[in-house]
Structure formats: structure tokens, C-alpha cells
């Protein structure tokens, strides 16, 4: 698997997976490009079927601050700037839970196109696995408040028969 964190070259995986997107990827042979993904899915001795998602959501969540401020910092409407703001805070939740519910429907359409499938892809519902840039002493406190916050925000917006587990684990950690 391919970890897309490029300042963390050093850190390698040694995990084998089956990559959803990209030209060789399940995405495109089942022809559904345009739904959205999580990286892999892969087979777990353990865990059984697992979604994985490598995302650096630590830079996204900096982002979506400096976002904030200039909102706030704007003269735009009051009630435009709080919808603005309402949209900017559901905007990860939201991103992770599509990705997840995509990925859902192609793990069905893949069940039906591709032939010699591993048997923990007949299960109907895996884990989903968000795996984050490495934890620093800076950033480790609000990161592990911000994924217990996202975990229980995907948990409880999923329905009840797509119901999963949900972890955030640390790229250091996944190897």
C-alpha cells in the first residue's frame, strides 16, 4: 500500500491491499469512476475486511481554521457567514462518511465483476480505517480529540445496517 503522506517517505508499509482508485484500480474496471473512495480495501486476518483511508487530516483541519478566520474576519452577511461556518465544520464528516458509503456500493459491484475475490470481501460490512499523518508532541492532543470527535460523528451517521467500526490510527502505528 501506498501511504500518500510524502513527508513521510521514510515510513513504509508493508501491508498489500487492493488500491479502489487510479487507473488500475477497482473504481474504474467496475466503471464507477465518479463515486468517491477510501484507498484500499484490505484483508485482515484479524479484522476481517477493512476500508482504508490515508488522509492527512491534521493539515485539512488547519486549513479548514484558516478558512474560519477569514470568514469570520469577512463583512459578508451575518446569516451567509453562519451558514458558511455550519458548512466548513461538517465538511470533513462529511467528505469521510461519502467515501465510506461509495466505497460500500463498490465493494457490491465488485462482488459481482470480478472473478477469484478474497472471502473477507463476501462479508457485507468491514471496518472503516482512517489512517492519519504521524502524531507529534504538537499536534497529538488535538488530533486525538478531533478523531474521537470524527469517529463518533461517522458512527452515528451511519443507518444501522451499514453500521461499522470506525478507527483512527496513526500512520506509525498501521505499519
Not at 64 to 81: C, F, H, M, P, V
Request: glycine share 4%; with cysteine.
Amino acid at each position: 500500500m501506498d501511504h500518500e503522506f510524502p513527508l513521510h517517505q521514510e515510513i513504509s508499509i508493508l501491508k498489500e491491499g487492493f488500491k479502489i482508485d487510479g487507473k488500475a484500480g477497482i473504481k474504474v474496471f467496475c466503471k464507477l469512476h465518479e463515486l468517491k473512495s477510501v484507498d484500499y480495501f484490505h484483508e485482515c486476518n484479524i479484522d476481517g475486511l477493512l476500508y482504508v483511508e490515508f488522509s492527512d487530516l491534521f493539515r485539512q483541519s488547519n486549513q479548514l481554521k484558516e478558512q474560519e478566520t477569514e470568514i469570520k474576519g469577512s463583512n459578508l452577511d451575518k446569516s451567509y457567514k453562519k451558514q458558511l461556518l455550519k458548512d466548513l465544520h461538517k465538511k470533513i464528516n462529511s467528505e469521510l462518511l461519502s467515501k465510506f458509503k461509495d466505497s460500500l456500493h463498490i465493494m457490491r459491484k465488485a462482488k459481482i465483476s470480478l472473478k477469484d475475490i478474497p472471502a473477507s470481501f463476501n462479508s457485507d460490512i468491514g471496518q472503516y480505517v482512517i489512517i492519519v499523518a504521524p502524531l507529534t508532541a504538537h499536534n497529538k492532543h488535538e488530533m486525538c480529540r478531533l478523531m474521537d470527535q470524527w469517529k463518533s460523528n461517522i458512527t452515528s451517521a451511519l443507518p444501522n445496517e451499514l453500521f461499522t467500526r470506525v478507527k483512527f490510527i496513526p500512520l506509525e502505528k498501521f505499519c
